[in-house]
């Protein structure tokens, strides 16, 4: 498949900057695979298009604050986001770094703009860094850190050392920490909406991936097959994986909110569709022609052009459809990405 026929145009001013007002108030546009039909709704709406029966399979990854802000001993400004701990140290991306040397210590603020710490700089693959600082990553980035949005949302500095965002860029029910980007298409479910869904008799599950910074990153080369796509951690216990096996067996189908939940499922899902308990990094790359094996509906957000979640979607529900229903929601005003509107495709 080539690249460009993940392309799509969207005009800037639906970039979303800031998300609805009421998380469950976002619009809802709901694909019937089957009769090839598009409706718009409100996302509250979504419980009308779930059955007793199925079973609702969430990711409770939590979003660090993995966004952080310093400078070097010269008073230049350094921003990072933070990635994994290793024994080693933070692994990290940082910017405004070309001038910064290995071995080189930096001055870590925290979240009033104060000098907390220090760290030393050490260069690692792919342009990355890591951070030789003492502490425990969470409790360090717990004083330091700052919603990790992605580029597209637009803050400045003053903005972006916001309690705001960080309690909006994470789901109600986000549990295990580990995300630096959240799984959005969760960000609409509220506790009441929840409790709603399962009161008419839908299982709930969890399932947990920890989202990377990869995950929003277009495809560069020229035909998607060639693109290597990144690892995610992921993991599925035994008393999860058994409510969804037995939503499965007797009859419902398993509606996955968000493509990190389509793809732990996916990776865990035997050929049979019996969901395994296990944990790992999933490099599970989903494109057309891939037959899914258990996952029977989704709920997710609009996707950046030439992602590798688009692709994702468009092995669900088919390409063209699924490029059909964007051209839709352009005309429809409907807002895009993280912050954005869902949709839910059965």
Known sequence: MKTDELDYYLPAELIAQQPSDVRSQSKLMVLDRREKSICGRVFKDVIE????????????????????????????????????????????????????????????????????????????????????????????????????????????????????????????YARQAGAVAAPTAGLHFTDELLGQIESTGVKIAYVTLHVGAGTFKPVAVENLDEHEIHSERFSVDEHNAEIINQARVAGGRIVAVGTTAVRTLETAAGEDGRVRACSGDTRLFIMPGYEYKIVGAMITNFHLPKSTLLALVGAFAGMDFVLQAYRKAVNDRYRFYSYGDAMMIF
């Open 49 to 172: 298009y779930l059955r007793a029966g199925d079973c609702l399979v969430l990711n409770d990854t939590r979003v660090l604050p993995a966004r952080f802000y310093g400078h070097r001993d010269t008073g230049a400004k350094i921003e990072g986001l933070f990635l994994l701990q290793t024994p080693d140290g933070w692994e990290v991306m940082l910017k405004n770094s070309r001038k910064l040397k290995a071995g080189e210590e930096i001055v870590l603020c925290d979240v009033a703009g104060k000098d907390y710490c220090r760290a030393v700089a050490q260069l690692a693959a792919d342009g990355q860094w890591k951070l030789k600082v003492a502490g425990d990553a969470e409790d360090v980035l717990a004083k330091i850190g700052f919603a990790p949005l992605p580029p597209y949302i637009k803050r400045n500095a003053c903005d972006a050392r916001t309690e705001y965002d960080r309690q909006r860029y994470q789901t109600v």
